[in-house]
């Protein structure tokens, strides 16, 4: 089974993005908080990480440059999942080694869409 860790301090929006991953037969583990953020994906391996980019204790922006300065974590692509929808945030996601830049409120089915793209699905 695939798997993508989703990090957002957002109750509903993970739950929301579990569901429909799961549904999709995508294994995921959540997470509410940052802090341990790093870890918890060099443990998981994730075929994928989603991430908030405005996080209460460490923003999305600093686990991304983390993950990607760590030879162990650097090659797995991230979503940032953000309310911030200026230009100059784009680029600086972007810069910062995002994939994929998506901004709130975003369709459920498309985020399905892009993830299954990058990880491959089970119903092709």
Known sequence: MKKVVVIDDE??????I?????NA??????????????EVIRKEKPGLVILDWMM???SGIEVCRALKQDSETA?????????KGQ???E???LRSGVARYITKPFSPRALLEMVQEVI???EQ
Not at 75 to 83: H, K, W
Request: proline residues 7%; aromatic residues 4%; hydrophobic residues 50%.
């Open 120 to 122: 491959g699905s089970d």
């Open 25 to 38: 037969r995508i294994d995921v583990v959540t997470l509410r908080s940052s802090v341990n953020a790093v």
């Open 91 to 93: 680029q600086l996601g």
């Open 11 to 16: 109750p509903f929006i993970l739950m929301m």
């Open 75 to 83: 090659d797995i692509p991230i979503f940032m999942l953000t309310a």
């Open 18 to 22: 579990e569901d429909k991953l799961r």
């Open 87 to 89: 230009d100059a945030d």
């Open 56 to 58: 209460p204790e460490i």
